[in-house]
């Protein structure tokens, strides 16, 4: 598994350093060295800056972190608005925004890659019903219900699909998903594709914390 990630005094810096290095690196940016790294970013690689809004800025000659570090707080709010004030603050280093570690969960899956590329339906069962105990015990442990089924397939070309199923009412059955699930695999063209990857997932979720 490669994983990136940044590390530094604020919440815009550490996303920006773990963009640098994707993908498998290590960016920290501390206080001594930010006016340096930010200087030499083009401004297309800020957070929040979309093409739209890069165009506009390379055309007002605002190119990389240097030029916008250079661009008064008035110019870059009557040209952008509120966007133009989030980059006067994050140029200068002020970004006081709180990390939140408590992201309420969207969803829960576990996925398989196989030993070899198949279309056994037999095979590719065995494997639903070993995915489906596994989401169905994490949901029982964190006390969610689940709506909606998610089969995802990842063919042996690397073409990945998923399909899903809602249900009527919530669930906190495996049996469901197990079910459920398998009747997903016949609409994933398997006669066609040998399969490299099958996960099962649930989203949809209402916790009863």
């Known amino acids: 598994m490669t994983a990136s990630a940044g590390v530094s005094f604020n919440k815009f810096l550490a996303k920006i350093g773990s963009d640098f290095k994707k993908p498998n690196g290590l960016t920290v940016i501390t206080p001594q060295n930010a006016r340096g790294f930010l200087n030499k970013l083009t ?20 190119k990389t972190g240097k030029d916008l570090y250079k661009i008064s707080k008035d110019f870059l709010t009557n ?26 969960r969207k969803s829960v899956s576990k996925e398989i890659t196989l030993r ?19 989401v169905n015990n994490i949901c029982k442990k964190n006390r969610l219900y689940y709506k ?5 397939i990842k063919y042996f070309n ?13 669930s906190q059955d495996n049996k469901i998903i197990e079910k459920n699930s398998k ?6 063209n398997i006669d066609k594709y040998k399969v490299r990857l099958i996960g099962v997932g649930v989203s ?6």
């Not at 690397?158 to 919530?170: A, N, P």
């Not at 009747?183 to 994933?188: H, Q, R, T, V």
């Open 148 to 152: 909606t089924i998610v089969l995802k």
């Open 116 to 134: 070899e590329d198949t279309n056994d339906i037999d095979v590719l069962d065995k494997h639903i019903e070993y995915l489906s105990e596994i």
């Open 43 to 62: 401004i297309g690689k800020f957070y929040g800056v979309g093409k739209i809004t890069e165009k506009k800025m390379i055309a007002l000659g605002i």
């Open 183 to 188: 009747n997903l695999i016949f609409k994933a």
């Open 204 to 209: 949809n979720l209402k916790d009863v914390n």
């Open 79 to 104: 040209n952008f608005g509120k966007q133009g004030l989030y980059l006067y603050d994050v140029i200068n280093l002020n970004d006081n925004r709180a990390v939140n570690t408590s992201r309420k």
């Open 158 to 170: 690397f073409k990945q699909i998923t399909r899903c199923k809602t249900l009527e009412d919530y």
